[in-house]
C-alpha cells in the first residue's frame, strides 16, 4: 500500500456510475486489489479488508492526513491512498473474499462527520448481512451506548484509538479531553469485555517507559492495542516530524509482545534516566526462545490485521512486518534488539 502500490499506472479512479443515493466507501488500494476492485501489484497483501466511511474529519489529530485542516490528499490515511466505490459492491466483494478465505475481516476507519454513527451503524449492518465475518469499528464513539449499538448492529469489536500514551500528549496531539476517552474505554471494556481495541503509535513524543506501562494498563483492562510508529504525512501538520528510531519502535514491540503473552510486566522491566527500555525483565537466554521466531516484530493489532507498508515504504525499514519473518531476518533483529538490551550502564537503569 506504499511506495510502488502507488506508482502512476495504479487503476483507482472509480468512473463507474451508481445511484445517487447509493453511499460510497472509501477502500485502502492495497484492499481493493485483494477484493477485485482494482489492478495493482502487491509485494504483500492485505489480510484484512480496509474500509473507510466519511469525508474529511472535524477533529484536529496533528498527524492525520484526514484532520480537519490537512493540505494531505482527501483520498489519503497514513501513506494509503482509498478511492470511493459504491459501498454495495464493495460490500458483495468482501463478502466473498471472506468465503474464499482471501481476508480474514474488515476493518471500517470512521471519521467524524455530520451523521457518522449513523452511518457506520448502517455499514456494519449492511455487511454483516451477507457475511458472518469478524468486523471491526474504530470510531470516536461518543458514548457506551453507541458502543452497545455498533456491537448489537454486528461489529465483532470497537476500537476506541487513544493514539497518544499520556494525557498530556493526546491534548497536545489531538486537542481533546483525555479523560472522556480514557473512561470510556475502560467503561466499555468492561461492559463488553473481550470486544474492545484501541490503537497507540509510539514517536509523538513518548518515553519507551511511558508508551510500555500504558500498554500494561491497557492490557489490564482487557483491551486489544492496535501498535503503531508515527508515520510522517506530506500536507498534516506534523508532516516535518521524524518517526520514531527503529530500534526504540522494536523495544516497544518486544515489551508490548511480552506483556500481551503474560510473561513480563512493565513494572518488571528497567528504563534510563532518559526513560528508554534497558531491561526487559527477562534473562537474555529466554529472551532468545521467546522472541527468537520475529513475532513479536509483526503488525500488532486485530487478529488477521497485518496493514503491509501503513508505516512505511516498501523499500523499508519496516516498523511493522506483516508476513511471517525468515529465520535469518528474525535473528538479525533479534541481534539488534539485545544489543542494546542488558548491561548498558551509560544509561542508569532504574527499575519500575
Keep these: 500500500m506504499g511506495g510502488r502500490m502507488l506508482r502512476a499506472g495504479l487503476e483507482l479512479a472509480n468512473t463507474e456510475t451508481c445511484e445517487a443515493s447509493e453511499p460510497l466507501w472509501r477502500v485502502s488500494s492495497g484492499s481493493a486489489a485483494v477484493l477485485g476492485l482494482c489492478t495493482l501489484a502487491m509485494d504483500v497483501a492485505p489480510t484484512t479488508a480496509y474500509l ?25 490515511l497514513s501513506r494509503v491512498v482509498w478511492p470511493p466505490f459504491a ?24 471519521t467524524v462527520h455530520p451523521g457518522y454513527i449513523e452511518r457506520a451503524l448502517a455499514a456494519v449492518a449492511m455487511l454483516r448481512s451477507l457475511s458472518p465475518m469478524p468486523i471491526c469499528v474504530s470510531i470516536a464513539a461518543r458514548s457506551i451506548e453507541d458502543v452497545s449499538a455498533l456491537l448489537k448492529a454486528g461489529a465483532e469489536r470497537v476500537t476506541l484509538a487513544l493514539d497518544a500514551a499520556t494525557p498530556m500528549l493526546y491534548h497536545a496531539v489531538k486537542g481533546a479531553d483525555w479523560e472522556r476517552v480514557w473512561k470510556l474505554l475502560a467503561c466499555a471494556a ?22 510500555a506501562e500504558r500498554m500494561q494498563t491497557i492490557y489490564d483492562l482487557g483491551v486489544t492495542i492496535g501498535l503503531f510508529a508515527l508515520t510522517p504525512v506530506r500536507g498534516s501538520a506534523w508532516e516535518n516530524r521524524q ?38 525483565g527477562i534473562a537474555e537466554d529466554t529472551l532468545r526462545i521467546l522472541l527468537g521466531d520475529g513475532t513479536a516484530f509483526r503488525t500488532a493489532g486485530c487478529p488477521g490485521c497485518n496493514r503491509p507498508y501503513y508505516n512505511e515504504r516498501p523499500g523499508g525499514p519496516l516498523y511493522n512486518h506483516p508476513c511471517t519473518l525468515t529465520s535469518d531476518k528474525a535473528r538479525a533483529e533479534l541481534d539488534a534488539l539485545l544489543a542494546t538490551l542488558c548491561g548498558d550502564n551509560s544509561h542508569h537503569p532504574e527499575t519500575g
Design 52 to 76: 473507510m466511511l466519511g469525508d474529511r474529519c472535524q477533529r484536529a489529530c496533528a498527524f492525520c492526513a484526514q484532520a480537519r485542516d490537512s493540505q494531505a490528499s482527501a483520498d489519503a
Design 87 to 110: 459501498a454495495g459492491k464493495v460490500a458483495e466483494a468482501v463478502a466473498r473474499a471472506f468465503r474464499e478465505e482471501r481476508i480474514a475481516r474488515a476493518c471500517f476507519q470512521v
Design 190 to 211: 468492561d461492559v463488553f469485555p473481550g470486544r474492545i481495541g484501541t490503537h497507540l503509535i509510539a514517536g509523538l513524543g513518548e518515553s519507551e517507559r511511558e508508551m
Design 243 to 280: 518517526p520514531p528510531e527503529l530500534i526504540s519502535y522494536r523495544r516497544v514491540q518486544a515489551a508490548h509482545w511480552l506483556i500481551v503473552q503474560g510473561v513480563a510486566r512493565a513494572e518488571q522491566m528497567a528504563y534510563g534516566l532518559d526513560g528508554r527500555i534497558v531491561d526487559l
